[in-house]
């Protein structure tokens, strides 16, 4: 049997549109210095186009053990509870089960990290390939599906 390839996905600006949300609540709520501490920010982010889709088709592939791996906003306690609430609601109960939050997420072991920054949050120490969202190379879900399918194409 084939070993799995584990994949990471980080949520802010990856699978969840945090800059619009974030302006949203900022012009909404111009005396708070953090908008994003006001309760039910995190929980509230719409997902980025294709997100959904990519992600459950990656979590279909078999020769892929796929998980959410996200930074909390330590200061904001309630980013951890709404990050598990969001994650539900958009990908299901067995996604929540795949949902770890660490402050450093150079500490796990893996394949494959799907994050929109490449430092600060312990990126820069992940030991596998770290696939920046958003930068030339992977613009777009399209073109991270792209890559897993040609890499991973099931065995027909």
């Not at 509230?44 to 979590?59: D, K, R, T």
């Amino acid at each position: 049997m084939m070993d799995k390839k584990i994949v990471y996905v980080d949520m802010d600006h990856t699978l969840c549109n945090f800059s619009a949300s974030y302006l949203k609540y900022r012009e909404k709520f111009p005396q708070v210095e953090y908008p994003h501490s006001i309760p039910g920010f995190f929980s509230g982010l719409a997902p980025i186009p294709g997100a959904i889709e990519v992600f459950q088709w990656l979590g279909d592939q078999e020769d892929l053990d796929l998980y959410i791996l996200t930074a909390p906003s330590v200061r904001n306690p309630n980013s951890y509870t709404e990050k598990r609430l969001w994650v539900e609601e958009h990908l299901g109960i067995d996604a929540a089960y795949k949902l770890i939050i660490s402050p450093n997420k150079g500490l796990n072991l893996g394949h494959y990290l799907i994050d929109d920054y490449t430092e600060g949050k312990g990126q820069e120490n992940f030991k596998g390939q770290l696939l920046q969202f958003g930068a030339t190379e992977y613009p777009d879900w399209k073109s991270i599906r792209r890559f897993f399918d040609v890499k991973y194409r099931k065995k027909q």
